[in-house]
């Protein structure tokens, strides 16, 4: 089966996550849990990081902790094109890629 019609195939529980009446699209469980964990820690680095440059009125750092976030977002499948929409291979090369890079910061 062509893996984009059996991602397609995705009920909209397994897509997206309500709260307070807003929609945010969820992690791509496809992803291996290894790859995942490291992500969320990058991700939770980063979100750390804008408060604490935020508080510090660092815009420079604000930049970088944003960028973090925003690389381990896309690296989840929770940001960019939607997942259910690409092959998996595809999404997986795209979290291998984005823990790659986000490693490289630090």
Do not use: F, I, Y
């Not at 604490?52 to 499948?77: M, Q």
């Not at 940001?79 to 291998?96: C, H, K, N, T």
């Amino acid at each position: 089966m062509d893996p984009t019609a059996a991602a397609g195939q995705a009920s909209d529980d397994e897509k997206w996550l309500v709260v307070d009446g807003r929609r945010w699209r969820k992690t791509d469980p496809s992803l291996p849990e290894d790859v995942v964990e490291a992500l969320k820690s990058h991700l939770g680095r980063g979100r750390s990081g804008v408060r604490s440059a935020k508080r510090a009125g660092d815009d420079d750092a604000v930049a970088a902790a944003r960028h973090r976030v925003g690389v381990a977002k896309h690296g989840l499948g929770e940001r960019g094109d939607p997942w259910w929409e690409r092959p998996e291979s595809d999404r997986l090369g795209d979290a291998r890629a984005a823990l790659r890079e986000l490693d490289a910061l630090d």
